[in-house]
């Protein structure tokens, strides 16, 4: 499978833990994309990265938020201190193109993420 | 005023009927326009893209754009019960490569 693959598909937490999601992108894809999606909703970005680099982060991305792209591959995204709210699809989405605006995004299954 | 607008549906049709989908955006100077479709408990896939004013045609699926009127739209003709999906607006705004999405429209395509 050469899709966005993404980890652990499911994950269940209690408020005030951490959790980490790992996104591995298909291969030679430039742009990695990190979104939340809430039941109902459309996906709300979260942040960008080109290669290594993390050129874009939203204000819905708090500093309880972080990810990292290290040596422009896989991608993780860690919530610490996790709050009911926090519950969502996370998604996890690349493309072929840097800085490029007609580019296809690939998304991956997702990762949902249940606080209790 | 949201960045991009959509009625969440749920939008009914017969099989066979054609199912309009619209889709409104705030930014004037936006320049990409995509659709994607998300079935249940799956993730988004790029059905269309447009870039220009007027029709795109794919098959069954017909994109139309009017930036003057900033809408764009999505025409799925024959409509079949695996259409049933909801389907995503997303627009690239003036200077940005980062699509924002609208709440999508749940479609219904009962036999």
């Known amino acids: 499978d050469t899709g966005v693959s993404q980890n652990p598909r499911h994950k269940i937490t209690k408020r005030g833990q951490n959790v980490t999601f790992r996104c591995d992108p298909i291969?030679?894809?430039?742009?990695l994309y990190w979104y939340r999606q809430a039941l109902g909703q459309g996906p709300e970005f979260l942040t960008y990265?080109?290669?290594?680099?993390?050129?874009?982060k939203s204000r819905l991305l708090s500093d309880r938020f972080s990810a990292e792209r290290p040596k422009g591959s896989f991608s993780t995204l860690e919530i610490q201190r996790t709050e009911q709210g926090d519950s969502a699809m996370y998604l996890c989405a690349s493309s072929l193109e840097a800085f490029s605006n007609t580019g296809e995004l690939f998304f991956g299954e997702g990762s949902r993420l249940t606080v209790l | 005023q949201k960045e991009v607008e959509q009625n969440s549906g749920p939008l009914s049709v017969p099989e066979g009927a054609i199912a309009s989908l619209n889709c409104t955006y705030s930014?004037?100077?936006?320049?990409?326009f995509f659709w994607y479709r998300q079935y249940s408990g799956k993730s988004p896939e790029l059905i269309m893209s447009?870039?220009?004013?007027g029709d795109k045609e794919d098959g069954r699926f017909t994109a139309q754009l009017n930036k003057a009127s900033q809408y764009v739209s999505l025409l799925i003709r024959d409509s079949q019960p695996s259409d049933s999906a909801t389907y995503l607006c997303a627009v690239n705004t003036r200077g940005s490569y980062i699509p924002t999405f609208g709440r999508g429209t749940s479609l219904i395509v009962h036999p």
């Open positions: 930014d004037r100077g936006s320049q990409s």
């Open positions: 291969s030679g894809h430039v742009s």
């Open positions: 990265f080109q290669n290594e680099a993390q050129l874009e």
């Open positions: 447009i870039y220009s004013n």
